[in-house]
Nanobody, 123 residues
Framework: QVQLVESGGGLVQAGGSLRLSCAASGRTFSSYHMGWFRQAPGKEREFVATITRSAGSTYYADSVKGRFTISRDNAKNTVYLQMNSLKPEDTAVYYC????????????????WGQGTQVTVSS
Protein backbone atom coordinates (compact mmCIF):
# COMPACT_ATOMS: atom_id res chain seq x y z
CA GLN A 1 0.00 0.00 0.00
CA VAL A 2 1.34 3.43 -0.89
CA GLN A 3 1.35 6.25 1.67
CA LEU A 4 1.02 9.86 0.54
CA VAL A 5 2.09 13.20 2.03
CA GLU A 6 1.15 16.52 0.43
CA SER A 7 3.02 19.80 0.79
CA GLY A 8 3.22 23.20 -0.81
CA GLY A 9 -0.08 24.75 0.21
CA GLY A 10 -0.37 28.28 1.54
CA LEU A 11 -1.89 31.71 1.16
CA VAL A 12 -1.63 33.44 -2.20
CA GLN A 13 -3.28 36.42 -3.86
CA ALA A 14 -5.64 35.98 -6.77
CA GLY A 15 -3.67 35.61 -9.98
CA GLY A 16 -0.76 34.03 -8.20
CA SER A 17 0.74 30.55 -8.42
CA LEU A 18 1.50 27.61 -6.16
CA ARG A 19 3.01 24.20 -6.74
CA LEU A 20 1.76 21.31 -4.66
CA SER A 21 3.81 18.18 -4.17
CA CYS A 22 2.74 14.73 -3.05
CA ALA A 23 5.47 12.37 -1.91
CA ALA A 24 4.73 8.66 -1.92
CA SER A 25 6.37 5.96 0.13
CA GLY A 26 6.87 2.44 -1.12
CA ARG A 27 8.33 0.92 -4.23
CA THR A 28 5.10 0.66 -6.19
CA PHE A 29 4.43 4.34 -6.90
CA SER A 30 4.83 3.86 -10.64
CA SER A 31 2.06 1.24 -10.55
CA TYR A 32 -0.55 3.83 -9.60
CA HIS A 33 -2.46 6.44 -11.48
CA MET A 34 -2.35 9.59 -9.36
CA GLY A 35 -5.01 12.19 -8.79
CA TRP A 36 -5.57 15.52 -7.10
CA PHE A 37 -8.87 16.39 -5.46
CA ARG A 38 -10.02 19.35 -3.40
CA GLN A 39 -12.65 20.05 -0.80
CA ALA A 40 -13.92 23.48 0.18
CA PRO A 41 -15.79 24.07 3.46
CA GLY A 42 -19.34 22.77 3.25
CA LYS A 43 -18.80 21.20 -0.17
CA GLU A 44 -18.22 17.74 -1.55
CA ARG A 45 -14.72 16.59 -2.42
CA GLU A 46 -14.23 17.25 -6.13
CA PHE A 47 -11.91 15.99 -8.82
CA VAL A 48 -9.13 18.31 -9.99
CA ALA A 49 -6.71 16.29 -12.14
CA THR A 50 -5.37 12.79 -12.78
CA ILE A 51 -2.19 11.52 -14.43
CA THR A 52 -1.71 7.97 -15.59
CA ARG A 53 1.06 5.77 -14.19
CA SER A 54 3.39 6.35 -17.15
CA ALA A 55 2.43 10.04 -17.41
CA GLY A 56 1.11 9.27 -20.88
CA SER A 57 -2.26 10.89 -20.25
CA THR A 58 -3.64 13.66 -18.07
CA TYR A 59 -7.21 14.61 -17.22
CA TYR A 60 -8.56 17.86 -15.75
CA ALA A 61 -11.74 19.26 -14.35
CA ASP A 62 -13.18 21.96 -16.59
CA SER A 63 -12.80 24.49 -13.79
CA VAL A 64 -9.00 24.18 -13.78
CA LYS A 65 -8.24 23.32 -17.39
CA GLY A 66 -5.64 25.68 -18.83
CA ARG A 67 -4.57 26.91 -15.38
CA PHE A 68 -3.40 23.78 -13.55
CA THR A 69 -0.87 21.18 -14.68
CA ILE A 70 -0.38 17.76 -13.15
CA SER A 71 2.94 15.97 -13.55
CA ARG A 72 4.90 13.19 -11.90
CA ASP A 73 8.45 12.02 -11.38
CA ASN A 74 8.45 8.27 -10.84
CA ALA A 75 12.15 8.30 -9.93
CA LYS A 76 11.31 10.62 -7.01
CA ASN A 77 7.97 8.97 -6.15
CA THR A 78 6.33 12.38 -6.40
CA VAL A 79 3.34 13.89 -8.15
CA TYR A 80 2.94 17.64 -8.61
CA LEU A 81 0.15 20.09 -9.22
CA GLN A 82 1.25 23.42 -10.69
CA MET A 83 -1.52 25.96 -10.12
CA ASN A 84 -1.43 29.24 -12.03
CA SER A 85 -3.88 32.14 -12.30
CA LEU A 86 -5.40 31.16 -8.99
CA LYS A 87 -8.88 32.37 -8.11
CA PRO A 88 -10.60 32.74 -4.73
CA GLU A 89 -12.87 29.84 -5.70
CA ASP A 90 -9.79 27.58 -5.81
CA THR A 91 -9.58 27.89 -2.01
CA ALA A 92 -9.82 24.40 -0.53
CA VAL A 93 -7.93 21.58 1.08
CA TYR A 94 -6.12 19.72 -1.69
CA TYR A 95 -5.60 15.97 -1.50
CA CYS A 96 -3.57 13.60 -3.61
CA UNK A 97 -4.74 10.04 -4.12
CA UNK A 98 -3.53 6.82 -5.70
CA UNK A 99 -5.61 4.61 -7.98
CA UNK A 100 -4.68 1.23 -9.43
CA UNK A 101 -7.42 0.96 -12.03
CA UNK A 102 -8.05 4.15 -13.96
CA UNK A 103 -11.44 5.61 -13.12
CA UNK A 104 -10.96 9.33 -13.30
CA UNK A 105 -12.94 11.38 -10.82
CA UNK A 106 -14.49 8.50 -8.85
CA UNK A 107 -13.30 9.02 -5.27
CA UNK A 108 -14.41 5.53 -4.25
CA UNK A 109 -11.85 3.90 -6.54
CA UNK A 110 -8.78 5.61 -5.08
CA UNK A 111 -6.97 3.26 -2.71
CA UNK A 112 -4.85 5.72 -0.75
CA TRP A 113 -5.19 9.38 0.23
CA GLY A 114 -2.91 11.96 1.73
CA GLN A 115 -3.83 14.13 4.71
CA GLY A 116 -4.38 17.25 2.58
CA THR A 117 -2.77 20.67 2.28
CA GLN A 118 -4.64 23.96 2.60
CA VAL A 119 -4.67 26.41 -0.31
CA THR A 120 -6.17 29.83 0.34
CA VAL A 121 -6.54 32.41 -2.43
CA SER A 122 -7.32 35.95 -1.34
CA SER A 123 -9.13 38.42 -3.57
Amino acid sequence: QVQLVESGGGLVQAGGSLRLSCAASGRTFSSYHMGWFRQAPGKEREFVATITRSAGSTYYADSVKGRFTISRDNAKNTVYLQMNSLKPEDTAVYYCAAQYYLNVGDTTTYAAWGQGTQVTVSS
